[in-house]
């Protein structure tokens, strides 16, 4: 039929421009992916701190049905593997759900986010999909494979999605996946994105064993992770490190219990002595950094050693001149803030202040029972 040529030519055409105008809009997307200034959408900042979130006319945030389209357009885009760019920015923008998208989507989401993490694809792609999973992590610690009619998806496409997480910061556990061209920075960002999405979902009594399965735990505990992690000069790291040895059983993990508790509490400690514990600049950073330190607060409370031990005494004294530096660094941060009230900075500071003065009232106790002199003494 003649006319069937040009029809079909109309259609190539118009698939070409819906094309190209996902693609522009993907861009654009990125290039305000910071609240303070514009940046390239390659940007390296962008992969782990852009901040993509936005709302509809009303005001409200989109439902995951709205970004069913683009999970669409991602999956298409991992079948063809001929387009690692929008696919980087497909699953950034993505990482605006927060979740794995809706119920109808998400078994295609998984398998795509799995095939994203892969050893032969690009860094930048494997990089933001780990994001995005990171960013789901309290959906998917919420789900039981028990709970089907809410979880929507296969526990073979979990195991697939717990093996393939690994592969991404772990580059010995496929032999395919040396990504040189990772730089110190994204590596550590990778560290901080990966521990904290693991801290949350060993809640979850499943993801506990498929996480043992796929060698998650074997790699918390590894001497590499936690030299990588102490060199750090993030806290964020070391918080989600030290969480998650505390709950690993080491009798069944390889690690004896006077190393695991050695590798936590200085872990702790660490993080306490990290300079600046709170970034006022860019809102993803801050809520990272909130949710952190509400974490070290209750970890740190929860596993103080006995104050009547002589050793443990002068390690809670070196401890609460850590927690005494980092609060008065956030006491400054909160001044500087105070034209624009921040509730969750103001709690953090109230939350840090009455740990440091437990410490202190341990040491003052500590002090009176076994008089020495002013070393022992805590300025409050």
Same mark, same amino acid.
């Given at each position: ?12 055409d118009? %698939? ?9 809009a ?8 910071r ?6 959408p ?30 669409d ?14 696919e980087?920015?497909?699953l ?18 998984v ?10 694809r690009?860094? %930048? ?5 780990l ?5 789901? %992590? ?5 789900k ?22 690994l ?21 550590g960002?990778?560290?901080?994105h ?15 064993e498929?996480?043992?399965?796929s060698?998650?735990? %074997? ?11 102490l ?12 969480g998650?040895?505390l709950?690993i059983?080491?009798?069944s ?11 936590w ?30 974490a070290?607060v ?5 596993n103080l ?6 050793v ?53 106790s ?15």
């Amino acid at each position: 039929d003649a006319r069937a040529e040009p029809d079909a030519r109309v259609e190539q055409d118009a %698939r070409a421009k819906n094309e190209a105008d996902a693609r522009s809009a993907l861009r654009t997307i990125l290039v305000h992916g910071r609240s303070n200034r514009l940046l390239p959408p390659d940007n390296e900042l962008l992969i782990w701190n852009g901040d993509f979130r936005w709302r509809d006319n009303d005001g409200n945030t989109p439902s995951s049905e709205e970004f069913d389209w683009l999970i669409d357009y991602l999956v298409e885009k991992v079948d063809e593997e001929t387009d690692a760019e929008t696919e980087g920015d497909a699953l950034l923008a993505l990482s605006a759900m927060y979740g794995l998208g809706s119920s109808a989507k998400r078994p295609s989401y998984v398998m795509a986010l799995t095939r994203c993490m892969a050893p032969t694809r690009f860094p %930048r792609v494997r990089y933001a999909a780990l994001r995005v999973v990171s960013e789901a %992590r309290e959906e998917l610690a919420s789900k039981t494979n028990s709970d089907s009619a809410s979880l929507d998806v296969d526990e073979t496409l979990l195991d697939g999605l717990s093996h393939a997480l690994l592969t991404v910061v772990c580059p010995n556990h496929d032999q395919t996946t040396q990504d040189s061209t990772s730089d110190a920075y994204s590596a550590g960002m990778a560290n901080c994105h990966y521990l904290r999405l693991i801290f949350t979902l060993q809640k979850n009594d499943e993801w506990c064993e498929r996480l043992a399965r796929s060698g998650h735990l %074997r790699w918390c505990i590894s001497s590499s992770l936690y030299d990588n992690v102490l060199a750090s000069p993030k806290f964020v790291d070391k918080t989600y490190l030290a969480g998650i040895l505390l709950r690993i059983d080491p009798s069944s993990n390889d690690i004896s219990p006077d190393s695991a508790q050695e590798k936590w509490w200085t872990l702790l400690q660490r993080a306490w002595g990290t300079p600046y514990l709170y970034s006022p600049k860019f809102r993803v950073e801050q809520e990272q950094s909130i949710e952190a330190l509400r974490a070290l607060v209750t970890m740190t409370r929860q596993n103080l050693p006995d104050p009547n031990n002589t050793v443990a005494s002068a390690q809670l004294a070196k401890l609460a001149t850590y927690v005494h530096s980092a609060l008065q660094n956030l006491k400054e941060e909160q001044t500087f803030l105070r034209p624009q009230a921040d509730a969750r900075l103001d709690d953090a500071v109230l939350a840090v202040q009455g740990l440091y003065d437990d410490l202190s009232s341990y040491a003052a106790s500590e002090h009176r029972q076994t008089p020495q002199g002013d070393d022992g003494h805590l300025e409050s």
